[in-house]
């Protein structure tokens, strides 16, 4: 079949080749399945989730096209090519070849929904007008044939002039023709180019040549878009080439060209003419039937169902965090013990033996025994986003979030900083907006993420009673933890509030976000995901937090001054030469601690402590807790691994190994006790708000261009915290 409206038009410039690689760029409309097409070809394991806006920069891997390597790249889901938000940016900076490191894409695989092609081809048809071959990959036919819709891909390849593979990525259906087609794709033509709006095209042509002839280079191809997408990104980078005096003649032209209405609105509809006579004898569908996933949205969707619902799931969360992680976690405990005992069996006591017990074993074990409620955690977040609640729940809290200035798409991005705000702020680039993204991004590390789930864990089972209510469906250390989620949630709010108020006061944004239907999650795949998450969190333990331990322990060991021995020696020959039996045994346990806590007091660490210790002397925290605080200023959750080993090398009774039961018995010098109810709930404050983690400062730092907004991060929440803290302990003595 040929179409009139395919027009031969003159190439593009060819782009220059710096790298030589061969590059294709994977693209397509928001959760079409592109991750897990790329995951698919190239073995990475790049995050995938049902929801739109999982991906949010590009990623690269190599895959072999006929013998030959092939640089795929995995790009943010877009609707269109009239980029609004950073996100959208990178797919078409990569596509236009503005990336400085990567080569313009020699082939497109494009991805599409194959139970929504009609929307999916408005951007097919967009990129066909790239001068770059296209293979369409139609993803989801399994779907596709379970809702009664066929696609006859021969014919609508031909229309298109492109080559169509239909596939099924999610079990891998289908890759291996993908790859052929790429293998021709590449060294094959350009479709040819559908000229929708002639008469902006033309003028797109003569505004590009006479930039061309006055030495500004762009494209006729970005004029033209430039012209059509009002406020967009091809509009910014016409204004940096053309100048001022060009511009405002690019407006009066792109008034001029608009009859009635706006030159993409024009574009629309002729574009979606086009795509209704292209699929006409293509695509067939039976009658829409109610799916289960439908009928659960019409009830999950009701402002108090929708409300209702999510603090179930939550609390549900929260409880199982408690009670099904006991019997692994014991067991993680028991071995720990287990180590302990067959070290201090074999090896005689000395630097050695205490570099593994105290070090390695306190240090490392206390936060490799909290694996099993961070896999619970991620196992609920994973769930969770392949199932499709996730942007459910965006547009629950759509109005919520409009009442402090921001919408719907904020919350994504919060939610996902419950695993950790990293990829929280991340998330945060498919915000067009750039005030309400950096409030957004402010907001996040305030979530509680994964990595102060140990920090509460440890606190809440040491000091918070184990009582249960409702016949055992909710205990109370679920419920105090839930409490310190909902204080992350309310500190991030009031962020949100504060800002959006004052230095990034502006217009509440619009929220649009595409429910997806809802899906089982492979359990498979969940497997998958969650194994990973272990084996990142076994790294770190292995890596980071043993370095941490060791560094500790040894600033805590160190030095040992002969008085300080030789002064409990001889106090230790007093009471043998004076006391007998019982009575000597528990002297001597006595001295034993004496000296331990004297050794420890003025070890390197010690000394440090001291010189820390009055920043903190308001709060009611000891050199300990002052001291690990700050020591865990990189990674918040290192503070674990550094309490266990300064309890373990100041408690001379090797045998009590749990880290919860040390920090129960915990005495000051003058015997009272150090964490007290005003201390740990302080302790619980400072931890919910203030900014342990360097990785987050980074982050923040690249996503907002500058050292501005993190130092605000960290000073601001640093001072929520101290002044939380500060409160409670005021309040409870
Ligand atoms: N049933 C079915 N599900 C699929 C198929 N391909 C992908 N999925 C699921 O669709 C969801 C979206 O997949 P992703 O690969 O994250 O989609 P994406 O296009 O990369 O999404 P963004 O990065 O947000 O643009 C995931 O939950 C996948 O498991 C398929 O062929 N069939
Ligand atoms: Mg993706």
Redo the contacts with the bound molecule.
């Keep these: 079949m040929h179409n009139p409206e395919y027009q031969s038009v003159s190439t593009v410039p060819d782009p220059d080749n710096v790298t030589g690689q061969t590059v294709v760029a994977l693209i397509?409309?928001?959760?079409?399945?592109?991750?897990?097409?790329?995951?698919g070809l190239t073995g990475l394991k790049?995050?995938?989730?049902?929801?739109?806006?999982?991906?949010?920069e590009r990623h690269t891997g190599t895959i072999d096209v006929g013998g030959r390597p092939v640089t795929l790249v995995?790009l943010?889901?877009?609707y269109a090519l009239s980029a609004q938000s950073p996100d959208e940016m990178v797919a078409i900076d990569v596509l236009l070849g503005h990336v400085e490191s990567l080569d313009r894409p020699k082939a497109i695989l494009a991805?599409a929904d194959a139970t929504n092609l009609r929307r999916n081809l408005f951007l097919v048809t967009q990129l066909a007008e790239l001068e770059i071959p296209i293979v369409l990959a139609v993803?989801?036919?399994?779907?596709a044939k379970k809702k009664g819709i066929t696609t006859d891909c021969a014919q609508l390849a031909q229309a298109l002039g492109i080559q169509i593979v239909p596939?099924?990525?999610?079990?891998r259906?289908g890759l291996e023709p993908l790859i052929e087609a790429l293998a021709t794709a590449i060294h094959g033509r350009p479709p040819k180019r559908t000229i929708l709006l002639p008469e902006v095209h033309a003028a797109a042509e003569e505004l590009w040549h006479k930039l061309d002839t006055a030495g500004r280079h762009l494209t006729p191809y970005e004029v033209e878009r430039a012209l059509i997408d009002a406020h967009g990104a091809a509009e910014r980078r016409f204004e940096l080439i053309a100048g001022e005096p060009v511009f405002a003649e690019f407006q009066d032209l792109r008034t001029r060209l608009s009859t009635g209405s706006s030159l993409a609105a024009m574009e629309a509809k002729a574009r979606y003419d086009l795509i209704d006579r292209l699929l006409e004898n293509v695509e067939t569908r039976s009658e829409p039937k109610m799916t289960f996933g439908d009928h659960l949205d019409r009830v999950t969707n009701r402002p108090v169902i929708s409300v209702l619902l999510f603090v179930l799931v939550m609390a549900t969360v929260f409880q199982a965090v408690f009670s099904w992680a006991t019997p692994l976690m014991d067991l993680i405990d028991g071995t720990a013990g287990y180590l302990n005992d067959i070290i201090t069996d074999t090896l005689p006591d000395g630097a050695l033996t205490s570099l593994l017990t105290d070090g390695v074993i306190a240090g490392v074990g206390s936060v490799v025994i909290f694996l099993p409620q961070i896999l619970i955690l991620f196992a609920f977040i994973i769930f969770l986003?392949?199932s499709?609640y996730m942007p459910r729940v965006a547009f629950m809290a759509d109005r919520m979030m409009r009442s402090v200035g921001l919408s719907g798409q904020s919350f994504i991005p919060m939610l996902s900083s419950y695993a950790c705000a990293v990829p929280g702020i991340m998330a945060t680039r498919v915000i067009p907006e750039r005030r309400d993204r950096i409030a957004t991004m402010l907001a996040a590390p305030l979530m509680t993420c994964s990595a102060r789930l140990p920090v509460y864990a440890l606190l809440i089972s040491a000091f918070v009673p184990e009582r249960y209510f409702l016949s055992g469906l909710l205990n109370l250390q679920g419920l105090v933890l839930l409490g310190l989620y909902l204080l992350g949630i309310l500190g991030g709010i009031f962020t949100a509030l504060l800002l959006k108020k004052t230095a990034l006061n502006g217009p509440t944004p619009t929220f649009l976000i595409e429910l997806?239907p809802y899906?089982l999650?492979?359990f498979r795949?969940v497997l998958i995901k969650l194994l990973a998450k272990a084996k990142i969190f076994l790294t770190r333990a292995g890596t980071v937090i043993f370095t941490v331990a060791v560094l500790i322990w040894s600033l805590a060991y160190f030095p040992r001054p002969q008085p300080i021995l030789d002064d409990y020696d001889n106090r230790r020959s007093v009471a043998e030469a004076s006391l007998q039996g019982d009575v000597l045994d528990r002297r001597l346990a006595e001295i034993e601690q004496l000296e331990t806590s004297a050794l420890l007091e003025q070890s390197l660490l010690g000394r440090t402590g001291r010189f820390v210790t009055p920043v903190f002397a308001p709060l009611g925290w000891d050199w300990k807790i002052s001291t690990a605080v700050i020591a865990g200023f990189p990674a918040r959750e290192v503070v674990i691994a550094i309490l266990g080993t300064i309890y373990a090398v100041g408690d001379a009774e090797n045998n009590e190994n749990a880290l919860v039961n040390r920090l129960r018995s915990a005495r000051h010098p003058d015997g009272s006790i150090v964490f007290t109810l005003p201390v740990v709930v302080g302790l619980l404050i400072f931890y919910a708000f203030c900014l342990q983690c360097v990785a987050t400062i980074a982050v923040l730092y690249r996503e907002t261009n500058g050292w501005r907004w993190p130092l605000f991060a960290w000073t601001y929440m640093t001072a929520l915290g101290y002044a939380g803290a500060w409160i409670a302990y005021r309040i409870g003595s």
Excluded: H
């Design positions: 397509g409309n928001p959760n079409t399945g592109k991750s897990t097409v790329f995951n790049q995050k995938t989730a049902n929801y739109p806006g999982v991906t949010v995995d943010p889901g877009t991805v993803n989801m036919v399994d779907l596939i099924v990525a999610s079990s259906g986003e392949d499709g997806p899906r999650p492979n795949s």
